[in-house]
């Protein structure tokens, strides 16, 4: 059995918190009076109460965008690749991230 690595590509342009507050500056410059630190402090807080929700177990719904919501995945077996000795991975609460229909079908469309 061989085992692959997935390549991502170099090229492949990344949005980070940063990259994200200077877009959101830049095109709400004139609705706006904040500045790129304000909406990076924003953006932090709003991923801070995005994470204590999850972990409260509540489920966190942006419509039209994506919902992320936890659940109990079940104990599972599994095998050491290298040692052929095989393990149980115990049964842990888990994050599923959901997509909604109509961005998903804008992202296959390219729109």
């Not at 402090?41 to 409260?56: F, G, Q, T, Y």
């Not at 000795?85 to 599923?96: E, G, H, L, T």
Request: no cysteine; net charge positive; glycine share 2%.
């Amino acid at each position: 059995m061989v085992t692959t690595k997935k390549v991502v590509s170099s090229t492949t342009p990344i949005l980070g918190k940063a990259k994200l507050a200077e877009r959101i500056h830049n095109s709400n410059s004139k609705k706006l009076s904040l500045t790129k630190a304000q909406i990076e402090i924003v953006i932090n807080e709003a991923l801070e109460e995005m994470k204590k929700a999850l972990i409260k177990k509540e489920e966190i719904r942006f419509p039209n965008y994506f919902s992320l919501k936890t659940f109990m995945a079940k104990p599972r077996m599994a095998m050491n690749l290298k040692t052929k000795k095989k393990m149980m991975i115990p049964a842990k609460r888990r994050v599923k991230f959901s997509i909604s229909l109509d961005l998903k079908q804008r992202v296959a469309d390219g729109k």
